[in-house]
C-alpha cells in the first residue's frame, strides 16, 4: 500500500516569507508526527496529533510555527517569517495508534531559507 | 532532561567484520527503546524495538540488541556485515505515551 507522502520534496524559501509543508499519512494511522532534522542532528521532535487534535505542542521552536490535520489525515505544517535557522529537513511519520507501534516515515521535506 | 546519546557519530569497519553501535539513555521511569535505520537515499525504517519482555531482540537484516537495566543501554550488534548495510543508523527512546527523544545518529561505513 501507499506509505507516508510529504511535499513538497524540496524549497528554497527567502527570509521572511511564509512556507507551508504537507504530510499525507498511510490511511487508518491515528497517530501523526513531525520531526526537524538538522544536519549531524537527531530528529528533534515537534508535535504529535492523535486524530485532529495535538495534545502536546511544546515542541514547536517558535510561536512561528503552526500545524494542523484535518480529517484524521492530512497535516500541514505552517512556518511564518521564516528564518535561515528553519533551515533542516522536516519528517513527518504517522503510526497506527501511539508510541509502541512502529513509525513509518516519509520521505522529508528539505527547506533551506537564503 | 532525558536524553539519548550515540557516542559514535561513524563507525568504520570491513566487510563481513562484526559490528557494534552503542546507545545510552537516562530516564528514571520505564522506557521503550528503538532502533530505526536511514539507507541512502531512503526514509528512515525500524530496524527493531524493546517493549517488554526478553532483553535480547532480534531485527531485521540480522540485527540484534540487548536491552541493559543498569547500564541504561540498548546497544545495536550485527555478526558480519554487509556493504548494504551502509547507513546510519538511529537509536530513539520514550518519553511519554507519544513521544520519542533521538540520538544523533551513526553512520555505519563498510570498508571492502
Redesign the interface.
Known sequence: GAGVSQSPSNKVTEKGKDVELRCDPISGHTALYWYRQSLGQGLEFLIYFQGNSAPDKSGLPSDRFSAERTGGSVSTLTIQRTQQEDSAVYLCASSPRGVTDTQYFGPGTRLTVL | AQS?T?LD?QVPVFEEAPVELRCNYSSSVSV?LFW?VQYPN?????LL?Y?SGSTLVKGINGFEAEFNKSQTSFHLRKPSVHISDTAEY?C?V?V??????????TKLIIKP
Open positions: 539519548v550515540q557519530s521503550y530505526y531512503q526514509g528512515l525504517q525500524l524495538k517493549l538511529f530513539a520514550s511519554s505515551n507519544y513521544q520519542l527523544i533521538w540520538g544523533a545518529g
